[in-house]
């Protein structure tokens, strides 16, 4: 009887032909799945929204932390614990605890202050428009009658289609609006739980931002050691500086645009006051927090505000509108570079295209922080094709290539557009050239020549 081999390659086979076949089952389970998987994401978002809340108002108020650690409370404590033997400990908790304290005060001030300053302007202008809405309803009525009384035609037509309209819209009432009551009170009563769940949503990232901001540094090295853990050295070093570039980026933006997006509210509002434009302080609250969002934001909020003025007075409005367009050329061409100064980086165009990407996937989320996000994805894709270039021996500078007209595949030398004009990178086809220039010279020495070009003797 034959024994039997044991062959190690026949098992390293078999193990690889078993994880290929569990990958394709599993990418299969995957595809077949997404609307699950998307509904399971989703699902876990809404859950971990409250610390998701938390991280970003621990991101926000972490400038605010530092300049009253720094500027304020460190010193202080310094000062008042300088007989205690554990004065540096005792400061270091201490300006720690006030700081974080006194970041959320600031927090809590301003979103009670737009609340007080947005919230009864909003419900007055509603008011006002609600009662006078009779008013507005006469002066149309009156406007289409005096308008149709020289146009008999006119108003057969319309009343022919206002008839029509009328009985369209009882139908639809009946047979449409009716059956659909339950599910429009169901929407009604999701909006208001989402609402609550909203402020609970606040109210619990507010604390999950206290414990973030008071161990900061905690948390920071608890991430560090995870990444040193999962990853190479290299790869670590890579994948910190990539995330102290991105803070960078995302702090230096955020930043200059909200001190920008202040200013030119209060100049907003100051010039709301000087020409006694109606609802000041609320078209002001308007333009400031449209002014975040690059080119749609400042038109967005302009119309916005001048709804509600021009509801008042019309004149006002459009006084409104010519202060506006003032206003924000005077941001875009002076106050924002000296506020933003090169921040950004890119061009318009991709500013444009980031914003649109960023409102299509996320919404008033995207548009915000479109931007500093396709930042830092350019600056990546931008760093990695310099590094390829490099390694090819090729320039990196985009100047360079736009006064060349390629490069030489034999010397690597770049070629520049006036000489690749005189002499094209295809041999067959400048050797033509150059005999047909030849010919064309030799033509013209002909025509010059008195002899007719007959040789001499």
């Known amino acids: 009887m034959k024994r039997f081999h044991w062959d190690k390659q026949y098992l390293y086979w078999g193990v690889t032909a078993f994880l290929v076949i569990a990958a394709a089952l599993v990418f299969y389970l995957l595809i077949s799945n997404l609307s699950w998987l998307g509904e399971a994401l989703g699902r876990l978002l809404e859950i971990l929204s409250p610390f998701i809340w938390g991280l970003v108002f621990a991101y926000l108020l972490f400038p605010l932390l530092r300049i009253y650690s720094r500027s304020l409370f460190t010193p202080l404590f310094r000062r008042l614990l300088r007989k205690n ?5 005792l400061t270091v908790k ?3 605890g006030f700081s974080v304290f006194l970041c959320i005060l600031t927090l809590a001030v301003i979103l009670a202050g737009l609340l007080m300053l947005v919230v009864p302007q909003l419900y007055s202008s509603v008011e006002r428009l609600v009662v006078n809405s009779s008013t507005y309803i006469a002066r149309a009525d009156e406007w289409i009658q005096k308008t149709l009384e020289h146009h008999p035609e006119v108003d057969s037509t319309m009343r022919e289609a206002f008839g029509d309209l009328s009985d369209g819209l009882v139908s639809w009432a009946r047979d449409n609006l009716l059956p659909e009551m339950k599910g429009i009170l169901s929407d009604v009563a999701s909006n208001v739980y989402n609402i609550f769940r909203g ?8 604390v999950v931002s206290v414990y973030v901001l008071y161990d900061k540094e905690g948390f920071s090295a608890r991430c560090k050691k995870i990444l040193y853990c999962v990853c190479s050295l290299d790869a670590a070093e890579q994948i910190l500086k990539g995330v102290r570039f991105t803070n960078q980026v995302f702090m230096s933006y955020l930043s200059g645009k909200i001190l920008d997006s202040v200013i030119v509210g209060l100049i907003c509002y100051i010039g709301c006051l000087l ?11 308007v333009v400031a927090v449209s002014n975040l969002i690059p080119f749609f934001g400042p038109v967005v909020g302009a119309v916005i505000a001048t709804f509600f003025i021009l509801l008042e007075s019309p004149v006002k409005a459009l006084v409104f509108v010519v202060f506006v367009v003032i206003l924000q050329q005077f941001d875009g061409n002076v106050l924002g570079p000296r506020i933003l100064g ?27 922080l479109g931007v500093p996000v396709f930042v830092v994805l350019y600056s990546l894709l931008r760093d990695l094709m310099n590094r390829k270039l490099a390694r090819s021996g090729l320039p990196t500078d985009a100047q360079i290539y736009q006064e060349t007209d390629y490069f030489d595949a034999r010397t690597g030398e770049a070629v520049p557009k006036r000489e690749a004009e005189t002499e094209p990178p295809n041999p067959f086809w400048g050797h033509k ?11 013209e020495t002909k025509d010059d020549d008195p002899s007719g070009g007959a040789p001499k003797t």
């Open 85 to 89: 033997p554990r004065r540096e400990e």
């Open 94 to 96: 201490l300006a720690r």
């Open 199 to 206: 402020i609970y949503n606040v109210i619990i990232g507010v």
């Open 275 to 285: 020409f006694r434009i109606p609802y000041a302080i609320l078209s002001s609250s």
């Open 342 to 368: 090169n921040r950004v980086g890119v061009r318009g165009f991709w500013i444009m295209f980031s914003i649109l990407l960023g409102a299509g996937l996320f919404g008033f989320a995207g548009m915000l």
């Open 433 to 443: 050239k150059r005999a047909a220039a030849a010919a064309r010279k030799q033509e």
